[in-house]
């Protein structure tokens, strides 16, 4: 039996170590999504706006970066950023339309 109970904790361990792994693999995604989320505003059509923030999730930090431009008859606004945290990287494309 003190075998079998070896081999029971090797296995334990890797599989701790596995699920520890993955755990700061989704704390990095999570904390740079949050970085990637933030508020744009405008002063007038046409414009261009970058804008950086950043994020942590349970001690994962993370930087996010994007840039917004508003076209220049106001109704459509197009939008890309990315957010990095170790090895875990976020892109993000999009576009957002105001109706009257």
């Known amino acids: 039996m003190p075998c079998l109970d070896s081999c029971m904790v090797r296995v334990c361990s890797i599989v701790d170590r596995r699920i520890t792994a993955a755990e700061k693999r989704l704390n990095g995604a999570v904390a740079a999504a949050t970085a990637l989320a933030q508020p744009v505003f405008f002063a007038k059509p046409g414009t261009t706006a970058l804008a ?49």
């Open 52 to 100: 950086a923030g950043v994020g942590s999730s349970n001690g994962q930090a993370a930087v996010g970066l994007s840039v917004n431009h508003l076209s220049r008859q106001g109704g459509t606004m197009y939008s890309a950023g990315v957010g990095v945290s170790g090895n875990s990287t976020l892109l993000r494309a999009g576009a957002s339309w105001i109706f009257n």
